[in-house]
């Protein structure tokens, strides 16, 4: 049975409740359920609700428009989207015997488009949808650590890990967006025979598909639809100090006044973990931090943004323990102890609006009150020991349900509070994200990767494919955070590639665990864990410096154009890095190149991604000119070129035009 009631089309067969509805420009949301109503949870769909949407209902069979995609919805409750052209876009993979002519295929089979596979003793499904493979090649979908940009072919777990980020949107090349609006644990295999996205427990089956002349117009019908980030603030576009971890007070103004004596910008400087007392005191200790005001004044006048870390963690030797577990803030275990791999300690349930009012108050005492307007939210996912999704639970449900919400929920706390106190344009760094955390000013960074060429390869493809998955702020620690050892010149030279690779990134942020490691400086609070070796630009020997030195003034140079396309991304949700084709979706060269990227608009870089590697061959895009910004030369689009890359020096080069000067891009002689 099919009916119309406003702008959804309903259908209703047997158990199952289906309904299809405009949701945002060019898009439609599917929602369905094997008992009960449509639930009206919107979860990463926050914005779009109620697009107009026109409906024909002829007989069993139906279809819905909404601009330039529509869904023609078969007898046998099977779906088939097409683009405006009537070019099919994606259809739903049915294997049943006794199909009638057009309504599919009759095969011995067996396989339903939709699975609801009941959970006993729960209102809960394992859910799959299946759809047919196509030629196609698929981006987005998050952070993950592999080498592969193109994800076709690819299986790709849903579930949030320290350095992966599960965001469930996708761009296909076919012309169309998809995203998976299922917070829970599952997975999506991105096959050549077919597409199945699974949910491991779930009510109901939703998901969003939009249709796109480009991939700018796909990627920005999500961003209306989930949320787009603020503008970030003049702090985040500079270079970012930071290292595993500066013990006290004295040293970090150390660092920060040799930077300032040296006449090196250094926009943001950060005070990493366990400077407090007990994990959940979200407090400096004062015995290594005696004059947190006096030290974020300083800094101030010398141009420097303090970033400090705070993680969800709670132990019991806390003084925050006792009263967090009697008012229910902390997340509970299925069976067992709740306690994580961190010692005795829980994780706050950042599901819990309490639970976040309580903790930002206690950062807005201890941290926000003396001019910290910057945090780090780390733990983000949260890092279970061995991540035992059916273990945990939240206020919102099951881990296995809502877990891959935590991390934007996290990012909501801080946010919502700072907002609170006036403070515009939030930015705070976090190591996982869902759908909508950019909404909440969240810059996404790459985890505890190692220091390796192969690791700096997997961070490339992670931070183009988190882009079009709708988190345009992300960043790296240059140089990786795992196996660095500061004596050994093949680190210098990954470090080195690195941090030329990273000054063209949303984010310039130096970090990591360096060895040799320091041993602590005491047996309690924050004086008993230890720190890495030193991990400022002067640590690694004067060729690296004067390389490191020319590239921290070239991001300076660059801020007038990192603004602007920081504005872009704001105001539609555009990528700040992004694929060649994303800029130049015409030229069929673009698609194939996997080892370049774009810094917004106009500026083309070609990182050296391997060691030992002195030149390398470019790929610049057809109808342009382009001008290298070391030395001037211009060069036609459309070709191949070798350039050469010695260790001081990445190919780089903006698109030549009237705009140029504007930019405020000049280049080396």
């Known amino acids: 049975m099919l009916w119309q009631e406003n702008n959804k089309l309903f259908r209703r067969f047997d158990r199952e409740l289906l309904c299809i509805e405009g949701w945002g420009e060019?898009?439609?949301?599917?929602?369905?359920?094997?008992?009960?109503?449509?639930?009206?949870?919107?979860?990463?769909?926050?914005?779009?609700?109620?697009?107009?949407?026109?409906?024909?209902?002829?007989?069993?069979?139906?279809?819905?428009?909404?601009?330039?995609?529509?869904?023609?919805?078969?007898?046998?409750?099977?779906?088939?989207?097409?683009?405006?052209?009537?070019?099919?876009?994606?259809?739903?993979?049915?294997?049943?015997?006794?199909?009638?002519?057009?309504?599919?295929?009759?095969?011995?089979?067996?396989i339903c488009p939709r699975t609801f596979v009941p959970i006993r003793g729960t209102d809960n499904y394992k859910l799959q949808v299946r759809f047919e493979a196509q030629k196609e090649r698929i981006y987005g979908m998050g952070q993950y650590q592999q080498e592969n940009l193109d994800l076709k072919g690819c299986i790709v777990e849903?579930?949030?890990?320290?350095?992966?980020?599960?965001?469930?949107?996708?761009?296909?090349?076919?012309?169309?967006?998809?995203?998976?609006?299922?917070?829970g644990v599952g997975k999506v295999m991105f096959g050549n025979n077919l597409t199945e996205w699974e949910a491991q427990s779930a009510k109901q089956m939703d998901y969003w598909i939009c249709a796109g002349d480009t991939p700018a117009q796909i990627v920005e019908a999500f961003?209306?639809?989930?949320?787009?980030?603020?503008?970030?603030?003049?702090?985040?576009?500079?270079?970012?100090?930071?290292?595993?971890?500066?013990?006290?007070?004295?040293e970090l103004m150390e660092v920060a006044r040799e930077y300032k004596r040296l006449q090196i910008p250094v926009s943001v400087i950060v005070i990493d973990y366990f400077h407090w007392p007990h994990q959940g005191d979200w407090c400096f200790d004062p015995e290594y931090f005696p004059d947190p005001e006096g030290m974020v004044r300083e800094l101030k006048e010398m141009g420097m943004e303090l970033m400090v870390s705070v993680w969800p963690t709670v132990q019991e030797d806390s003084i925050?323990?006792?009263?967090?577990?009697?008012?229910?803030?902390?997340?509970?275990?299925?069976?067992?102890?709740r306690m994580s791999h961190l010692g005795r300690t829980c994780f706050v349930d950042m599901t819990n609006p309490q639970a976040r009012s309580y903790v930002w108050e206690k950062l807005k005492e201890n941290y926000y009150k003396y001019g910290i307007r910057i945090f780090w939210l780390d733990?983000?996912?949260?890092?279970?020991?061995?991540?035992?999704?059916?273990?945990?639970?939240?206020?919102?449900?099951?881990?296995?349900?809502?877990?891959?919400?935590?991390?934007?929920?996290?990012?909501?706390?801080?946010?919502e509070g700072m907002e609170e106190e006036g403070q515009k344009n939030v930015l705070n760094l976090i190591r996982s994200a869902w759908a909508g955390s950019q909404s909440y000013g969240a810059l996404v960074w790459s985890g505890d990767i190692d220091s390796s060429f192969t690791s700096l390869r997997r961070q490339f493809a992670a931070g183009l494919n988190i882009g079009m998955a709708g988190i345009p702020w992300w960043t790296t620690d240059i140089g990786g955070f795992h196996g660095g050892?500061?004596?050994?010149?093949?680190?210098?030279?990954?470090?080195?590639?690195?941090?030329?690779?990273?000054?063209?990134?949303?984010?310039?942020?130096?970090?990591?665990?360096?060895?040799?490691?320091?041993?602590?400086?005491?047996?309690?609070g924050g004086g008993s864990t230890p720190s890495g070796a030193e991990n400022e630009i002067w640590s690694y020997g004067e060729e690296a410096f004067a390389i490191f030195k020319k590239y921290i003034l070239l991001r300076e140079k660059m801020r007038p154009y990192v603004r602007e396309t920081m504005k872009q991304a704001h105001e539609k949700g555009t990528p700040v890095i992004r694929t060649l084709f994303y800029n130049f979706p015409a030229d069929e060269e673009c698609w194939r190149v996997?080892?370049?990227?774009?810094?917004?608009?106009?500026?083309?870089?070609?990182?050296?991604?391997?060691?030992?590697?002195?030149?390398?061959?470019?790929?610049?895009?057809?109808?342009?000119?382009?001008?290298?910004?070391?030395?001037?030369?211009?060069?036609?689009?459309g070709q191949y070129l070798e350039f050469a890359a010695p260790l001081e020096r990445i190919p780089v080069f903006v698109r030549k035009g009237d705009h140029y000067e504007s930019k405020g891009i000049a280049y080396f002689s």
């Open 26 to 110: 060019n898009g439609l949301r599917i929602r369905a359920v094997r008992a009960g109503e449509i639930g009206d949870t919107n979860y990463g769909l926050m914005y779009g609700e109620g697009a107009p949407a026109e409906i024909e209902i002829n007989g069993n069979r139906g279809q819905i428009r909404n601009g330039k995609i529509r869904c023609e919805l078969l007898s046998t409750g099977k779906m088939i989207f097409y683009n405006q052209d009537g070019r099919i876009l994606l259809e739903e993979y049915d294997r049943n015997r006794f199909r009638k002519e057009g309504d599919g295929f009759s095969s011995a089979l067996e």
């Open 223 to 250: 961003a209306e639809v989930a949320g787009k980030a603020p503008m970030m603030p003049e702090y985040g576009m500079g270079f970012w100090q930071c290292k595993l971890r500066y013990q006290t007070q004295e």
């Open 594 to 637: 996997e080892d370049e990227f774009f810094l917004g608009d106009d500026l083309l870089v070609c990182p050296v991604l391997y060691e030992n590697v002195r030149s390398r061959r470019v790929y610049l895009p057809a109808g342009e000119s382009w001008q290298d910004i070391h030395d001037g030369k211009v060069y036609e689009g």
């Open 320 to 337: 925050n323990y006792e009263e967090m577990l009697e008012k229910g803030l902390l997340t509970a275990s299925e069976a067992g102890n």
């Open 379 to 415: 733990e983000a996912e949260p890092e279970y020991t061995k991540y035992e999704y059916d273990n945990y639970r939240y206020q919102m449900g099951a881990d296995l349900e809502i877990g891959n919400l935590y991390p934007r929920e996290y990012a909501r706390m801080a946010c």
């Open 485 to 524: 050892d500061i004596r050994d010149p093949k680190f210098i030279e990954c470090l080195i590639r690195w941090f030329e690779y990273g000054t063209f990134c949303p984010v310039m942020r130096l970090h990591g665990d360096r060895e040799p490691h320091k041993a602590p400086l005491g047996t309690s």
């Open 158 to 183: 849903l579930a949030q890990r320290n350095s992966q980020v599960s965001v469930p949107f996708m761009l296909s090349s076919a012309g169309y967006g998809f995203f998976w609006n299922h917070p």
